[in-house]
């Protein structure tokens, strides 16, 4: 309608019809803003970029990105009429709560088509897309009429309301309702990365009629379950930055004297510095108007003046309020910061550097229940979940455990656990001295000790037994790919490279038994009557679903990693959650460069990672087990609450017990490998290791058969239409 698109070009673009592209005038008036201000605080971003920024291109802030913006937003101008990009931009933008488009967030937060909004409605919505978070109507409903009176005064301005309209929609008050079919309150899901994911998932299939077929899309994500993980990933990462040294303020501007006195001036001056630096979650921005090592006032409005005097939380800033701290880590008058509230306090804290993702499914059919795929949505659509391959570290051990039980390996197989150094011609590329965790070894240790205490050397012997390229045959089975798992010996300790949600989906193997199921995210899909015109046919494990490891195999680890998280590495796990059915493994790469918590319960699982994107040490003492488990417990506490506990498996034929110790039957006591790397290696042992002895046996190996396929795709739901 003709008010949306007036309200639309009034708040983004009021010379849209005008200008090639860039608004050069706009790009004048900005930079003489900064100028007179110091700072960037003002930017002159067309519709136009923002089309190319948006929906074309990476949310790196790049001189590269910003040079290819330009070169695209002409490209654009060239190849579409202004009335076609206008039409891009009003239905692909996203305007908070799962609302990708000016008509889906009518629906969203007036429960209207957007043939009857009113000019006070449109220009509500009009004012979201400048900051989704920040002027939201639901969330932040105060900043949010701001910027429609802002909107209003600029659609009358400009001639597209009348004077009499102008005040009409002034006065009129916005009420919220959400659509038909929308739960009460439901507004408040964090489900930014399932909504970007489900749009490109049928993007693929619609292309740009998926904004213009009204096409209703309901996923697998539980609300309850989303909500659960989007706080746990945001308390993990913010525990994190607690820990590290204060780095400074946000950016430091020169705040006129008595600004603060003008109302008017300061809420002007604070546009200015929310445009560039805006709330994120809970995380709000604020201005410092004052500060000294007892007292820091900040604003955020020329009504909402806060002062700090909590001793605890000026503490933890105490460096940057001294005199003698460096310029760029001072706060001061002018200092732009973040803050939270922390209990009865504020507390100030930095912008989080790092990042973390977080994914839970079903194991027994793939659905997802939640996803999370960074801290803030807003600052970057990058999903870690599906797009951020990492080096999984010993979160891959479980999966060379396996394998090894279908060599002839047992939990009660003795492995050496003393260091020793491989030649380049064992390693696929240079001699390495691979080390345990602290440099701690022991004489000797189980498979089941070796995996409870996440031993290295154990790991590496027990791949060296089995073979670099057995095992990497077999992690497909899992659904890692085969060229991204290096069939060397690193292998063991997590060279490969893996996302998060393949890991969950490996782990869902031990949780159902054994069968391999396929994540998925989308449900079903309604046209605009209701009709249901796509439905997801999950395969069940024990169904259809095709089994990947031998059942004593899964029923053997999912024994062996329940007493991980009961007397190993992920033993408080157990604790925190009261539980007797968790298992679980943990895992820190090389330098804690990447930090991870797997785990599960028969109906659920769920893996967490944390680091940064430009992958750098956390800290030497930073590890899966201390930043990663506690946003999967966290999200396990919430989830699980008042959810009975399930009963293990029973054990599958073909097992024997002896001494307490599980045997497959092919391998009983005497004829399984009972040692590795150890000076009295038996025949078989000896025979697989290839270390210290020879090799001259006529044992033959009995091998499982093989079961399972290689997927060699990166994930993405199979539309069936």
Do not use: C
């Amino acid at each position: 309608p003709d008010v949306m698109k007036s309200a639309v070009l009034a708040a983004e673009d009021d010379r849209f019809y005008q200008h090639g592209g860039i608004d050069w005038t706009g790009v004048v008036r900005a930079g003489l803003t900064n100028l007179i201000n110091m700072s960037k605080t003002q930017g002159a971003s067309t519709i136009t970029m923002q089309v190319a920024r948006n929906f074309y291109l990476s949310s790196e802030k790049t001189y590269s990105r910003k040079f290819y913006e330009l070169l695209l937003t002409f490209k654009i101008e060239s190849e579409l009429t202004k009335d076609q990009i206008l039409e891009l931009y009003m239905n692909q933008i996203y305007l908070g709560h799962r609302a990708y488009g000016f008509a889906a967030a009518s629906r969203t937060y007036f429960g209207k088509p957007l043939a009857e909004v009113t000019p006070a409605e449109a220009a509500m919505l009009a004012g979201i897309p400048k900051a989704p978070s920040r002027f939201n109507p639901i969330s932040n409903r105060p900043r949010a009429e701001l910027r429609q009176r802002y909107v209003l005064g600029r659609m009358q301005s400009l001639g597209y309301l009348t004077e009499p309209e102008y005040k009409q929609a002034m006065a009129q008050p916005i009420i919220m309702k959400s659509a038909e079919g929308t739960p009460a309150g439901g507004y408040a899901i964090h489900g930014e990365y399932v909504a970007e994911l489900a749009r490109q998932l049928l993007y693929n299939v619609y292309q740009d009629n998926v904004y213009s077929r009204g096409i209703n899309i309901y996923t697998t994500v539980q609300s309850k379950d989303q909500e659960a993980a989007y706080r746990a990933v945001r308390e993990g990462v913010l525990e994190y930055t607690r820990r590290a040294p204060y780095p400074g303020p946000e950016e430091q501007l020169d705040l006129p004297p008595g600004t603060e006195n003008n109302p008017a001036a300061l809420d002007e001056f604070l546009d200015g510095v929310f445009d560039k630096f805006s709330d994120s979650g809970d995380l709000l921005t604020a201005l410092v108007l004052s500060a000294s090592p007892t007292e820091v006032k900040l604003a955020r409005s020329s009504r909402e003046i806060i002062t700090v005097t909590d001793k605890k939380v000026l503490g933890v800033v105490a460096r940057a309020l001294n005199d003698k701290a460096k310029p760029e880590q001072r706060i001061k008058r002018g200092s732009v910061v973040y803050i939270r509230k922390f209990g009865d306090n504020w507390e100030i804290i930095n912008l989080p550097a790092v990042q973390a993702a977080f994914v839970a499914l079903s194991p027994q059919d793939g659905a997802i229940r939640a996803m999370v795929g960074g801290f803030d949505f807003y600052r970057g659509n990058f999903n870690r979940v599906t797009q951020a391959w990492r080096q999984p570290g010993s979160n891959i051990k479980p999966f060379i455990y396996a394998a090894s039980l279908e060599r002839g390996l047992t939990p009660a197989t003795q492995i050496s656990d003393q260091p020793f150094e491989l030649t380049a011609a064992q390693t696929g590329s240079k001699a390495w001295n691979p080390k345990n965790y602290g440099n701690q070894y022991e004489p000797m240790l189980t498979l089941r000790q070796g995996l409870y205490k996440s031993k290295n050397m154990v790991s590496i012997r027990i791949l060296q037994a089995i073979g670099p390229q057995y095992a990497q045959d077999y992690l497909t089975r899992f659904g890692f790919d085969k060229a991204r798992q290096p069939a060397v010996l690193p292998l063991a300790l997590g060279a490969g490279s893996v996302t998060p949600l393949q890991l969950a989906g490996a782990f869902s193997v031990f949780a159902n038994g054994g069968y391999r199921v396929t994540p998925y995210l989308i449900d079903r899909v309604t046209d605009s009557s209701g009709k249901v015109i796509m439905q997801s046919k999950p395969v069940v494990a024990g169904d259809a679903a095709a089994r990947a490891i031998d059942p004593r195999t899964a029923w053997v680890m999912d024994d062996i990693l329940r007493g991980v998280a009961t007397y190993g590495t992920a033993a408080r796990a157990r604790v925190l959650l009261k539980r007797n059915d968790i298992a679980g493994k943990t895992g820190t790469t090389n330098e804690s460069v990447d930090a991870w918590f797997s785990g599960y319960t028969p109906n659920l699982v769920a893996t967490a990672w944390l680091g940064f994107d430009q992958p750098k040490s956390l800290g030497s003492r930073e590890t899966g087990g201390g930043v990663a488990m506690p946003i999967w417990v966290d999200y396990m506490q919430d989830v699980l609450k008042g959810v009975p506990e399930e009963k293990p498996r029973p054990r599958p034929d073909g097992l024997i017990v002896e001494n307490g110790e599980f045997y497959f039957s092919e391998f009983p006591p005497g004829q399984a490998v009972a040692r590795l790397g150890l000076a009295e290696a038996d025949t078989l042992g000896e025979f697989l290791n290839g270390l210290n002895g020879s090799s001259n046996q006529d044992t033959k190996i009995k091998v499982a058969p093989g079961v399972g396929t290689q997927n060699a795709a990166p994930w993405s739901q199979k539309i069936p239409f």
